[in-house]
């Protein structure tokens, strides 16, 4: 059974940046593809970034390209997303997802964190 944590979710205005983090309990957090996804309200859950076991290969969906930056430290089992210029349309809760490969989908994950709210102001 893998745990993950994630953290560092909270309220900035937009244009601001914020920090995830997603921490595993796992000492096999190495073997794992990781990813985040986000759900706002009355909206489905949605496919943010993904990245390697390894971290050499990285996925982002289009609304989210050139701001955020997934990445992952396997010595510590974090995994790591970076936001930049956020938008009041990024507001949601963010999960993070771990699995045999990276994906698009949510069905293809494994473990599931319990999420952390960002709130972006106008």
């Known amino acids: 059974q893998v745990q993950l944590v994630e953290s560092g979710g909270g309220l900035v205005q937009a244009g601001g940046s914020l920090r995830l983090s997603c921490a595993a309990s796992?000492?096999?957090?190495?073997?794992?593809?990781m990813g985040w996804f986000r759900q706002a309200p009355g909206k489905e859950r949605e496919f943010v970034a993904a990245i390697t076991w390894s971290g050499g290969r990285t996925y982002d969906a289009d609304s989210v390209k050139g701001r955020f930056t997934i990445s992952r430290d396997n010595a510590k089992n974090t995994m790591y997303l970076q936001m930049n210029n956020l938008k009041p349309e990024d507001t949601a809760v963010y999960y993070c997802?771990?699995?045999?490969?990276?994906?698009?989908?949510?069905?293809?994950?494994?473990?599931w964190g319990q999420g952390t709210q960002v709130t972006v102001s106008s």
């Open positions: 997802a771990a699995g045999p490969r990276p994906s698009y989908y949510g069905n293809d994950y494994d473990y």
């Open positions: 796992t000492r096999f957090f190495s073997t794992y593809a």
